[in-house]
């Protein structure tokens, strides 16, 4: 098993920037694709990105291609997101999740462990 914990959100003007955290516990962080997904009011939970064990590969919503950062550090047991040109439809709560698997995936059912979630608020 793992433990994972978010932190980082926080309120930010559109056009600014935040990069999230999630720290990992338990089980070996390495052993695990890592992804992030997201959750407005009102909506149903949606990829943002996800990056494989290695951080060899990634991947990103369309919305927020160009825009965010995934990344990892094995040695500190880490996922982060850089956030940059927020915009206001990127408010959400913000999720970390691991998968034990070789492969990357969008889809939120295939992940294991979940964090709490961390609030992002982009005002106009």
């Known amino acids: 098993q793992v433990q994972l914990v978010e932190s980082g959100g926080g309120l930010v003007q559109a056009g600014g920037s935040l990069r999230l955290s999630c720290a990992a516990s338990?089980?070996?962080?390495?052993?695990?694709?890592m992804g992030w997904f997201r959750q407005a009011p009102g909506k149903e939970r949606e990829f943002v990105a996800a990056i494989s064990r290695i951080g060899s590969s990634t991947t990103y919503a369309d919305s927020v291609k160009g825009r965010f950062t995934i990344s990892r550090d094995n040695a500190e047991n880490t996922l982060y997101l850089q956030m940059n040109s927020l915009k206001p439809e990127d408010t959400a709560v913000y999720y970390c999740a691991a998968r034990s698997s070789l492969v990357v995936t969008t889809t939120l059912g295939q992940y294991d462990y979940w964090g709490q979630g961390t609030q992002v608020t982009v005002s106009s």
């Open positions: 338990g089980r070996t962080f390495s052993s695990y694709a």
